[in-house]
């Protein structure tokens, strides 16, 4: 069985280290921005990050991809993270942080029709209800203006070993029901048709939906350690230290099980190289990207 060292499960929900391992989250930004670039940079006006983490990439990519004079909200359930992002990245004049569960069905009236743009980057995968999820958008949204969303669509490795343990007698009456662990586009057979029809279906224009196949090259290590410090992961602080630890371990040996499965699949190895180690192989999943504008009437 995989044990890691303990070391390894002291960073989960500690805001500074978070942003420490989010290198494969800012590359991945990074690309969508410059891909959108030519239709970001007049947005002039005011906008939110939805599931904004630590505010790094509020601030230092999507602010700066807009016009001078465009201002931004970071929002994020988690509040230990709204705090730090306020601390360490907000201003009086152009960014500032606060708590939203994007999910509500009671969004505060504050951001109704509020917003000429909205991003959200690698949060919407958490949203068990995504209808709701997109209809708060919409009505966030003013008449016309538009949203740039990367949702991470099927990542079997990771989406299936977190299934697996939500139904595992140990660890169910921490975690609760299983679908809140399993991204809402993991099990479509037409994760992009979907998606699309959803949005439309909503109200909005869709000008791009793309369905794309992406590569996460963390070792597991650094990995588990940067996805157990997302909101999702909050029932291990209810765990009694033992069996928290051995959640981490338990779930560590299936994400790697079936990640070295899908390697020597796509690699066409039946064994691993010698020289490859099972923590530090590159995993592959799929993200869904959508820019949508919402109807003028």
Same mark, same amino acid.
């Given at each position: ?19 420490? @391992? ?16 030519? &239709? ?15 505010? &790094? ?5 999507? @602010? ?35 708590? @939203? ?46 949203? @740039?969303?990367? /949702? ?62 992406? /590569?996460?090259?963390?070792?597991? +290590?650094?990995?588990? /350690? ?18 928290? +630890? ?29 020289? +490859? ?21």
């Amino acid at each position: 069985m995989l044990v890691l060292p303990e070391r390894y499960y002291k960073i989960m929900v500690n805001p500074e280290q978070y942003v420490s @391992l989010d290198n494969m989250s800012k590359r991945n930004v990074s690309h969508i921005i410059n891909e959108f670039a030519k &239709d970001l940079k007049n947005i002039s006006g005011k906008c939110m990050d939805v599931g904004c983490g630590p505010g &790094d990439i509020t601030r230092d990519i999507l @602010l700066s991809a807009l016009n001078s004079k465009a201002t931004m909200i970071g929002t994020d359930i988690m509040e230990n993270m709204i705090e730090y992002a306020n601390k360490t990245y907000g201003d009086k004049e152009r960014l500032e942080f606060e708590v @939203l569960d994007i999910q509500t069905k009671n969004l505060p009236e504050k951001y109704i029709s509020e917003f000429d743009h909205i991003f959200s980057f690698h949060a919407l995968q958490w949203c068990s209800d995504i209808r709701q999820t997109f209809e708060n958008i919409y009505c966030m949204l003013r008449p016309g203006k538009t949203m @740039l969303i990367l /949702s991470v669509a099927q990542y079997a490795a990771f989406f299936e070993s977190l299934e697996s343990m939500a139904q595992d007698i140990r660890y169910a009456s921490y975690m609760g029901d299983k679908k809140k662990y399993v991204g809402p586009f993991h099990y479509s057979a037409r994760p992009r048709e979907d998606l699309k029809e959803l949005l439309e279906d909503i109200g909005f224009q869709v000008h791009h939906c793309s369905h794309r196949e992406i /590569s996460n090259c963390m070792s597991t +290590e650094k990995f588990m /350690s940067f996805v157990t410090a997302q909101y999702t992961f909050a029932f291990l602080d209810k765990m009694p230290h033992n069996l928290r +630890e051995e959640f981490k371990n338990e779930f560590t040996r299936m994400y790697t099980e079936i990640n070295v499965k899908e390697y020597r699949d796509r690699q066409g190895y039946s064994k691993l190289h010698d020289e +490859e180690k099972e923590t530090d192989i590159s995993s592959a999943f799929f993200i869904l990207v959508a820019y949508a504008q919402k109807n003028v009437s």
